[in-house]
């Protein structure tokens, strides 16, 4: 069974920064993409970053670009994303995704909450 | 950016009716589209890819057509379980983007 839990969520200051991470199970981890889509209090989904499945290739939304950076460790089976200069535009419910090709994310976790104020 | 509309923003129907929801496009995306639903509190759920093929165990009531810009989701027949968010998502290029959802309600 394929399972995808998030971490790492909570309140920061803006400017702060914030490091999620996503333990995956239940696939082979190396062998897909994976994304991190966000979706603020009461809004629709806004998709944030994504990486290949060896890491090589990584994608940013224009929002996010330049201020967070999407990594993973295929040992670990861990998907991350770090998060600089944090605004409040950016609180939101982050959720880990897997794409099963490069076209649509398949399982999604629950998704880890992140709210920047002072 | 290709920039998906999804209408009605809001769709209030009763459990027995068929559901018809639309995604446009702002270009072509092929078929490369996918529709998601979401339920309060939960994370969104695989319905339909590549525009009108079910995902593992999505009922048979839901079905997708479409290609090019012009995409529809299909409710044959609204269960109580049914009233939910939907979304379509694109990836045909870079950035993936979604629409803004359709709401449906009892």
């Known amino acids: 069974e394929v399972q995808l839990l998030e971490s790492g969520g909570g309140l920061v200051q803006p400017g702060g920064s914030l490091r999620l991470s996503c333990a995956a199970s239940g696939f082979s981890f190396r062998d897909y993409a994976m994304s991190w889509v966000r979706q603020a209090p009461g809004k629709g989904l806004e998709w944030v970053s994504a990486?290949?499945?060896?890491?090589?290739?990584?994608y940013y939304a224009d929002s996010v670009k330049g201020r967070f950076t999407i990594s993973r460790d295929n040992s670990r089976n861990t998907l991350y994303v770090q998060m600089n200069s944090l605004r409040a535009e950016d609180t939101a419910v982050y959720y880990c995704?897997?794409?099963?090709?490069?076209?649509?994310?398949?399982?999604w976790g629950q998704g880890t909450p992140v709210t920047v104020s002072s | 950016e290709i920039v998906l509309t999804q209408s009605p923003a809001t769709l209030s129907l009763s459990p027995g009716e068929r559901a018809t929801l639309s995604c446009r496009a702002s270009?072509?995306?092929?078929?490369?589209l996918t529709w998601y639903q979401q339920k309060p509190g939960q994370a969104p759920r695989l319905l339909i890819y590549?525009?009108?093929k079910r995902a593992t165990g999505i009922p048979a009531r839901f079905s997708g057509s479409g290609s090019g810009t012009d995409f529809t989701l299909t409710i044959s027949s609204l269960e109580p379980e049914d009233f939910a968010v939907y979304y379509c998502?694109?990836?045909?290029?870079?950035?993936?983007?979604f629409g803004g959802g359709t709401k449906v309600e009892i």
């Open positions: 270009q072509s995306v092929n078929s490369y």
């Open positions: 995704a897997k794409f099963s090709t490069w076209y649509r994310l398949d399982y």
């Open positions: 990486i290949s499945g060896s890491g090589s290739d990584t």
């Open positions: 590549d525009a009108s």
């Open positions: 998502q694109q990836r045909s290029n870079w950035p993936l983007t």
